[in-house]
């Protein structure tokens, strides 16, 4: 059976799923706009609450007890909502530097969104960053041939990830239905739960995703038993959150299919 005879629509993340392999714009970003603030933010800490839309990330993060304990330090009183929108507003040009960076299309990526064009599906793609966030990642995807049908950002829809309200709105606006003829793609728990939730065929991405968090030079060093682990837990915490399906990378998306259809 086609992918065609299965599904519609496709969409796709973006960082960590098509482009910037290892998940490290966003990292990055609120790691440097905590730091202006005086608070030290882990790695692990940045990555726990990825896929989200960026300001409930940010809201994530304060509410963490340990995060807030070091805000209140620095800062002199517990963070508030007034802290959360001064992150958001200092997070901005640092994601468009950041992303833009980052921007790199992960191998494969091109080729599989010209072979499910070539079999009649659309492509759509969601992030948790707002639009402004997004402009230097599209300029540089579109350098690179990648242009979706369909884009959906932070904050266009009443709720971000886990709801399917993002999904609801890019199936809307490109006239699919029902939303089971749809593949939702990405490397968070978040949004794999985001396409549960909406009832789509939910991919999920474990080795170039935030779950793994590495480079491809990177991943590609570590021992073949440490990297295999890596991904494999990975893939279990994508499963837990509901996937239908793990895969490595957007490279494996078509075999994938096939089997689904």
Request: charged share 25%.
């Amino acid at each position: 059976m086609a992918i065609k005879d299965r599904f519609d629509l496709v969409i796709f993340d973006w960082a960590g799923t098509v482009v910037d392999f290892g998940c490290h714009a966003p990292v990055i970003a609120l790691r440097e706009a905590f730091a202006l603030r005086g608070v030290a933010l882990s790695d692990a800490q940045a990555r726990r609450d990825m896929g989200k839309r960026k300001a409930d990330h940010v809201r994530a993060l304060l509410q963490d007890p340990e995060i807030a304990e070091e805000w209140t330090k620095a800062r002199g009183s517990t963070p508030n909502e007034a802290d959360a929108e001064g992150l958001m507003a200092a997070l901005g040009p640092l994601m468009r530097d950041q992303a833009a960076r980052a921007a790199h299309l992960i191998e494969g990526a091109r080729a599989v969104v010209e072979a499910l064009r070539a079999e009649g599906l659309k492509v759509g793609s969601s992030t948790g960053y707002t639009r402004d966030m997004m402009l230097p990642v599209l300029r540089e995807a579109a350098e690179q041939g990648y242009v979706p049908d369909h884009l959906v950002c932070s904050g266009e829809t009443p709720a971000g990830r886990p709801s399917p309200l993002m999904i609801y709105k890019a199936c809307a606006e490109l006239g699919v239905w029902p939303l089971t003829r749809v593949v939702k793609v990405d490397d968070t728990e978040v949004g794999v739960a985001e396409g549960r939730a909406a009832g789509c065929f939910s991919v999920g991405i474990a080795a170039s995703g935030n779950g793994v968090g590495l480079s491809p030079q990177a991943l590609a060093a570590l021992p073949a038993a440490e990297r295999a682990a890596r991904i494999e837990a990975a893939g279990k915490s994508l499963l837990a959150a509901g996937a239908d399906v793990v895969i490595d990378t957007v490279a494996d998306l078509l075999a994938a299919l096939h089997s689904a259809a």
